[in-house]
């Protein structure tokens, strides 16, 4: 499997961002597709993430009601729209998919997840 993010830049306080993540390979129905986020000297964090079947997760309360993950299964991509942004929004955020292998995945555990994309910039002007 294939990750590749687009959609990372520098935006102000208050404005919003898309970000999307194509994916290519086989058995994508059987992967859980997250968006994690990193900033330096710390780990990175779960943002959202979607299965295939429609099942979507988000991370701390600092995104909730702001990030909006969609998954489209026959394009292969899962998008994140950020809205209300903040600076401590500022971080990498990187696309990733795990293999879902029984009922009892982790969605938020960055350790679970096989394939990760090479990450985009997001920076939150003040």
């Known amino acids: 499997v294939q990750l590749q993010a687009y959609g990372g830049g520098l935006v102000q306080a208050g404005g919003s961002l898309r970000l999307s993540c194509l994916a290519s390979?086989?058995?994508?129905?059987?992967?859980?597709m997250g968006w994690f986020r990193q900033t330096p000297g710390k780990e990175r964090e779960f943002v959202a993430g979607?299965?295939?079947?429609?099942?979507?997760?988000y991370g701390g309360g600092s995104v909730k009601g702001r990030f909006t993950i969609t998954r489209d299964n026959a394009k292969n991509t899962v998008d994140l729209q950020m809205d209300s942004l903040k600076p401590e929004d500022t971080a990498v955020y990187y696309c990733?998919?795990?293999?879902?292998?029984?009922?009892?995945?982790?969605?938020?555990?960055?350790?679970?997840?096989?394939?990760w994309g090479q990450g985009t910039q997001v920076t939150v002007s003040s």
């Open positions: 990733a998919a795990q293999t879902i292998r029984s009922i009892y995945y982790s969605p938020s555990d960055s350790s679970q997840y096989d394939y």
């Open positions: 979607a299965s295939w079947s429609g099942v979507m997760n």
């Open positions: 390979g086989r058995l994508l129905s059987s992967k859980y």
